[in-house]
């Protein structure tokens, strides 16, 4: 296994994630892939040779062993490994799909263009969608192979025993697996942190839904405040002669001039108050007649 390639992978796969991406991720490398690598392979790797059944008949403790054991746990657990840690793959090529789309669109137009994303990194449109769906696919991975472990091997356990009457043994045999408690161990182990992992990929599903909706909330909200603010500028009170058409008070605009064009301004000014009682101040040295 090239170590570098993994930790470069790990260490991008943990940029993108989460707070729970990130508990995902260091549960799934510590206590599944370490475990696996280090202790479980050597606990199945004389799994077939000391299968033991009483009998001589050629090719009757492998007719046996196949029935019991039609397929070894290590190439269940390295086959869902491989498919539990391949969408976060995906992930980190969305991200390097953004960011090389981004470098071309800077070498097209410069460094005074528009970006197009701002931080590749953040889960907005499509990245987003991405990553949900890799969660949805973690966790239902996990839960499949579950339920297939579940389906070949009762309880998730290992009998010290198994009894077997296939053709070509000539009556029912006895046969003994080897290791059974210390397989059993680790077994249960491995589904435990498998249940841990599903329920971490389901909350940071139902967190990211939910950051999601507070965002659009608060987006609407945002957008109806500016509208009711834009709503009570465009009611407000007009002024000039929209105001005069609306039948609002009349303003009387003294200008400097004669008596007799001040006369005609106020005049004018009691016919628009149409029928309105108005208090015009004595005007010094105004003169109009009756």
Sequence with gaps: MNWDLFERLLSGVNKYSTAFGRIWLSLVFIFRLLVYVVAAERVWSDDHKD??????QPGCTNVC????????????????????TCPSLLVIMH??????????HRAAGGDNGRRIYPNPGKKHGGLWWTYMLSLVFKAGVDIVFLYIFYHL???????????CELSP???????????????????????????VCILLSLIEATYLIGKRCREC???GSGESRRHSQDCSLSSAEPTGMEG????????LVLAPSNGKSLAAVTRHWLQASRGQ?????????STTKT
């Design 65 to 84: 062993f196949d029935h019991f054991f039609p397929v070894s746990h290590i190439r269940l657990w390295a086959l869902q490994l491989i498919l539990v």
């Design 95 to 104: 991200v390097a799909y953004r960011e090389a789309k981004e470098q071309r």
């Design 153 to 163: 091997y009762r309880n998730y356990t290992l009998p010290r025993l198994v009894k």
């Design 217 to 219: 909330v608060l987006a």
């Design 169 to 195: 043994c000539p009556n029912m045999v006895d046969c003994f697996i080897s290791r059974p408690t210390e397989k059993n161990i680790f077994t249960l182990f491995m589904v435990v942190t498998t249940c």
């Design 277 to 285: 009682r108005h208090y015009l101040p004595a005007i010094p040295g």
């Design 51 to 56: 299968f033991d059944c009483n009998t001589r």
């Design 244 to 251: 005069q058409q609306r039948g609002d008070k009349p303003r």
